[in-house]
């Protein structure tokens, strides 16, 4: 991994989906504009933020996919990540675990 770069392996949750209500909202149903989540597999020397091991909130539209030994994963900057969830940032009592 190079300079800035994320690199990351998407959640598979593309199927059903259900509302918290318990509706059944199928997968091929229109959604708007939506950000998903991923686990970040390696990061490059510059990345300051992120480590392996962390999940992260991502633009789907701001990414390049690649496939590496028959996986797709997904490389993108730093910057373009929205949220960090880290069980290593779980120190305090009041803490989520969850950067912005």
Do not use: K
Not at 15 to 21: K, M, N, Q
Not at 46 to 66: K, S
Request: charged fraction near 30%.
């Amino acid at each position: 991994m190079l300079h800035d770069r994320v690199l990351v392996r998407t959640d598979t949750g593309q199927g059903e989906r259900r509302s918290t209500g318990g509706i059944v909202i199928p997968a091929t149903a229109a959604v708007g504009r939506r950000l998903d989540w991923a686990e970040v597999v390696a990061v490059g020397q510059n990345v300051r933020t992120v480590e392996p091991g962390d999940r992260v909130l991502y633009d789907p539209e701001d990414r390049a996919e690649v496939e590496v030994r028959g996986t797709a994963y997904v490389l993108m900057r730093e910057r373009d990540l929205h949220a960090v969830a880290a069980e290593r940032l779980q120190g305090s009592e009041d803490s989520t675990g969850l950067y912005l």
